[in-house]
């Protein structure tokens, strides 16, 4: 089987051209007995968080998901967007490339997962081109705001000399990224942190309501009124295994919530259509299988859980 990678390019004139690469994908035991056990009818549309990207010198942010999806069948791709943008910019970005995807494969709709920022994102392209959207599924998506981001604004007012500090390095972080992984888009810190704080999230679900819960940690309606099928799941939990660098990273940042949370999203946050659960032993970086999979071992295989939407996705005909 093999894997297909979208990277949004920019180019003379402001058009957009169309890189796909492949790599092999092993197959698995499951795909030996079940071997289009995750081939959907529409191609399958990775969108990465706040701070991510497609892939870096040859590392995916969803590790070994493309390629496990892609081993059951699926056609897969993984969208650039700005690392750091608002969730409009990003929407628009992703749109475009789906577009993309759209006219070079023939494909009618396409099925998106999107994780943290990547949520949000996904979620605008689907209420504003709902045509070219058969589904959303937020892993940890930040769907009513996340306290790190309040906290940030709390203390980081936008205007302040330590604001501006910590944005010239957030920024310089960014576009590190974004030219490591090809993209050569806008980076916008503050335009992130507002997006992602619960007062700029509450906005934008008021903007963009389609497969929200109308109630805090409630569940929202798995089919929408624009014609979209919507899905959420996430985790919680924080120090999972010590080799992980990233864990130390969301135990600092843990402190910022109350509820249960995996780091940097709280459980209730995350919540979107159906929700599939929201107590995975994940912590944020778990969740797309990172750092290069250093995950607990008790925890659920990532991959897997990617694998088994995509089924689920196939079984009501996506």
């Known amino acids: 089987m093999k894997k297909n990678r979208l990277c949004l390019k920019t180019a003379l004139a402001s058009m957009l051209v169309l890189v796909a690469t492949s790599v092999s994908a092993q197959p698995t035991w499951m795909d030996w007995l079940f071997p289009n056990y995750t081939r959907t009818q529409h191609p399958i549309v990775l969108i990465h968080g706040m701070f991510g990207f497609d892939d870096v010198l040859g590392v995916d942010y969803f590790y070994q998901v493309g390629e496990s999806l892609a ?18 910019v990003r929407g628009e970005q992703a749109a475009q490339q789906i577009q993309d995807i759209l006219a070079a494969t023939g494909a009618s709709k396409v099925n998106i997962i999107g994780h943290s920022h990547g ?12 045509g070219m959207v058969a589904s959303v599924s937020s892993v940890a998506g930040v769907n009513w705001g996340s306290s790190v981001a309040d906290v940030y604004r709390q203390y980081l007012e936008e205007g302040s000399a330590a604001n501006s500090f910590v944005v010239a390095i957030g920024e310089a972080f960014a576009t590190m990224i974004d030219w490591a992984s090809g993209g050569g888009l806008p980076q916008d810190l503050n335009a992130s ?13 008021a903007q963009y309501p389609e497969g929200m819960p109308t109630t805090y940690c409630g569940s929202g ?6 014609g979209v099928r919507y899905y959420s ?11 992980d660098p990233f864990d130390y990273l969301v135990l600092a940042t843990s402190a910022a919530f109350s509820e249960p949370n995996d780091g940097l999203v709280s459980a209730c946050s995350s919540h979107l259509g159906h929700v599939i659960r929201d107590d995975y032993y994940h912590n944020h970086f778990d969740e797309v299988n990172q750092a290069l999979g250093t995950i607990s071992s008790l ?13 689920r996705l196939k079984n009501v005909g996506l």
């Open 299 to 311: 925890a659920a295989d990532p991959p897997t859980l990617y694998r088994q939407q995509a089924n």
């Open 221 to 226: 309606a798995e089919l929408a009124s624009n």
């Open 119 to 130: 949520g949000p994102t996904a979620r605008y392209v689907a209420s504003v081109y709902p």
């Open 233 to 243: 799941w996430s985790g919680t939990g924080i120090y999972t295994n010590g080799l």
């Open 193 to 205: 942190i507002n997006d992602l704080s619960t007062a700029g999230s509450v906005a934008f679900n």
């Open 71 to 88: 081993s059951g069948g699926a056609e897969v791709y993984t969208l650039q967007v700005s690392a750091l943008n608002s969730t409009e």
